[in-house]
């Protein structure tokens, strides 16, 4: 075999099958040194399945991977990383217990000295505008700042293909044009990046190519900068995307949830207070919340749907009944339902199967249980409809959560709290790692709920997203909030300076 290919990866007729699906059907791709290489596809159209085959995660039916002109069997991700390659995975690989420099120390091949590990990652961090105290505990950290030790954690290993799944989803844009300036720096010094992304804008903006895979083929590999998003997004697809219809039906309705000078103290340490919070979300209004990760939006959603008790009930009224030391399902009963950021081990439970994890949040509102009993006909009729109405890709209902792609297990939580036609409903981070079909859907869907009079309260560090559904928009910052602007008066640099504490002052509203 010859050694003196210009490509750094070549993969020849990937092949791979589970259980009633193919994953991946004779899939073709190849990377240069020093090209950002995007791999674009619908959720469940085979990306994570192909580049777990490139980290030695699974090994194909069928195919070969050639690396530097030679064919190479990667049976490990230690031999992956022997070979320089490197991976950022969507879903992140961390010990909750451990400190960051620790869950790093077990990515390396070698014994290291801690001392001198937190050294190089103060030093990588801060070179490349990710800032990281190698010293804290991975469970006080934000969805934000964990991502952050999954980019730091490739970086240290300097390799020759670094993969990247998802690298933006929590980030703000402030953060993504650092990165792009750093993944950028990288290519030019010969790194080549396998590039995932459901942001079409982040593709066209840093990609030099990119490889579009549908329901497990290869639909082609194209120049990025022949393309549009549109065009990408048909290949993808097989379709236009639907715009999104701002039809609101309720104008001005009734106060549905009202925060009132809520103050939370931080739990432990390293957490962050809420401070002299207001906001009110009204009936047939969607109010959108932009914040950099880690300024107190876990607090706040967990203030807001009873996993952590307020001060005072009266800080929180639901529907004018004051709620502030009502439980969870005291709350679900009182009209509100909510959907955190992370999905596996908090909107919904990994080795439950996915009717099981319809009942978790749906049996008092869908009348799942009789006399203390489980009715698992009405519950798997529930967990269906979820799926058939939201396009969830699934063999079926018995499945576990966690064979879900990201985005598919998205689609369920959402749709299993949307069925329910709660009166209120919270959403953090809704179309984190979701594709452009399934991003449209969930916003669309939220944009109904609210024309159909419920209050929608999205927390989310997408501004694209927030400017294009919200009525109204304002910012957490430590552990603050904003006033509250009508949208349609505002730019995603005034939301920057929100986002940054900075207040506009003229043109707000004192609640939401």
């Known amino acids: ?14 092949t791979k099958a589970f259980p009633g699906v193919l994953a991946n059907d004779s899939v073709d791709l190849k990377i240069k040194p020093g090209e950002v290489h995007a791999l674009l596809g619908e959720n469940g159209a085979g990306k994570s399945t192909l ?19 030679k064919r190479v069997e990667i049976d490990t991700p230690a031999h992956a990383r022997k070979l320089g390659i490197a991976m950022v995975f969507q879903h992140f690989s961390l010990f909750d217990s451990l400190t960051v420099v620790e869950n790093i120390s077990l990515g390396m091949n070698e014994a290291v000295d801690l001392k001198k590990l937190a050294s190089e990652i103060t030093e990588v961090s801060e070179r490349y505008g990710l800032p990281l105290d190698p010293y804290r505990h991975v469970y006080t950290l934000s969805v934000g700042e964990r991502q952050r030790i ?3 954690r490739c970086l240290l290993q300097e390799p020759q293909l670094l993969v990247m799944d998802e690298p933006t989803s929590v980030l703000t844009p402030q953060e993504v044009k650092k990165l792009f300036l750093t993944l950028n720096r990288l290519a030019d010094e010969g790194l080549a990046i396998l590039y995932i992304s459901h942001k079409l804008d982040e593709i066209k903006e840093l990609c030099h190519h990119a490889t579009i895979l549908r329901l497990g083929k290869r639909i082609g590999t194209v120049n990025i900068d022949e393309e549009s998003t549109s065009s990408l997004a048909m290949m993808m697809m097989g379709e236009e995307l639907e715009k999104i219809e701002r039809q609101q039906t309720v104008a001005a309705g009734e106060v549905r949830l009202k925060v009132d000078k809520l103050s939370m103290p931080a739990i432990d340490s390293t957490g962050l207070s809420l401070n002299d919070l207001h906001l009110e979300v009204r009936a047939g ?20 749907n009873g996993e952590e008790s307020c001060p005072k009930a009266s800080c929180i009224l639901i529907e004018n009944q004051h709620a502030g030391k009502l439980r969870p399902n005291a709350r679900r009963k009182a009209g509100l339902a909510s959907v955190p950021e992370k999905r596996l081990g908090h909107g919904a439970i990994p080795d439950m199967d996915l009717v099981d994890n319809a009942f978790m949040t749906g049996f008092q509102r869908m009348g799942l249980m009789a006399k203390g009993l489980i009715n698992y006909p009405k519950t798997r009729k529930f967990a269906h409809k979820v799926i058939t109405d939201f396009a969830v890709k699934t063999s079926g209902s018995s499945v576990p959560a966690n064979s879900l792609s990201g985005g598919n297990l998205q689609k369920f939580i959402i749709g299993r709290e949307l069925t329910q036609q709660p009166e209120i409903l919270i959403v953090s981070q809704p179309t984190w790692g979701v594709d452009a079909g399934a991003t449209q859907t969930i916003r669309q869907s939220l944009r109904k709920l609210a024309a159909q009079g419920a209050a929608v309260l999205v927390i989310s560090q997408d501004l694209d997203e927030l400017m294009e559904m919200s009525d109204r928009i304002g910012a957490i910052c430590g552990g603050r909030l904003s006033l509250f602007y009508p949208t349609a008066e505002m730019t995603v640099e005034k939301v920057g300076l929100l986002m940054a504490g900075v207040s506009l002052e003229e043109g707000a509203t004192d609640v939401a």
């Open 150 to 152: 999954e980019i730091i």
């Open 285 to 304: 209004e969607v109010v959108g919340i932009a914040g950099v990760a880690g300024n107190g939006q876990d607090e706040l959603l967990k203030a807001l």
């Open 51 to 69: 580049v777990k085959m490139i980290y030695g995660i699974l090994k194909p039916d069928s195919g070969s991977i050639l690396y530097n002109g």
């Open 1 to 14: 075999m010859k050694d003196n290919s210009p490509y750094l990866i070549e993969l020849q007729g990937m």
